[in-house]
């Protein structure tokens, strides 16, 4: 428990540098500006918010579950949930998820990760990179507000995309062929 909790931190803390790296970029600025109207976004998916405390996530978690929406992931102690597509063209995609939570035990942030359902090393169509765009689009579409904007991770990363409303932001990278990572922090929380 306590080398996931490691991980998860130094992830985010790795996502933050490279977003705050770059000094008044676009990116500051918006992160700025979208602070400065006070707007709170706290809805996540599937009922999970911002705020909300472990109990009621495991409890909203376990009714998801009994409905056959949820499982256990095999990604750690993730939850999976699968986006199913609706033709030959467009393919099922596994999203797995676990909250950041603070001392008091709610909800700061949540750790994403997505592939396709079918990905396998050999079949080119269904790598990270070509789920990326459909991704992005598929977030938007759930979201909306602001446009994903990229920024240039170190030397050795792929660029993130990132955007923020109010004091949501969402940022996504390649963790590798198979998988992209996505962090949704509330920004407005004390960690």
Partial sequence: M???????????????????SC???????LEKAELAKGVKYDS?????QFGQSKKVFYDI??????????TAGNLKNYVNYTLNGDSSQIKDIEMFFYPEFDSEETIIGMDLEYKYKAW?????DLTSAKLLPILKDTLMNWYG???????????????????????????????????????????????
């Fill in 44 to 48: 996540l998916f599937h009922g999970i």
């Fill in 145 to 191: 507000g602001n446009q994903f904007m990229q920024i240039e991770g170190d030397e050795s990363s792929d660029p993130i995309w990132v955007k923020v409303d109010g004091n949501r932001r969402i940022a996504i990278k390649a963790k590798d062929e198979e998988r992209l990572q996505v962090k949704m922090v509330d920004l407005t929380a004390d960690k």
């Fill in 2 to 20: 306590r080398r996931r909790i490691s991980a998860k931190i130094l992830l985010a803390l790795g996502m933050l540098v490279t977003v705050y």
């Fill in 120 to 124: 396998a090393p050999w079949n080119e």
């Fill in 61 to 70: 978690c376990w009714e998801k579950n009994r409905q056959g929406l949820f």
């Fill in 23 to 29: 000094h008044q970029s676009d990116y500051a600025k």
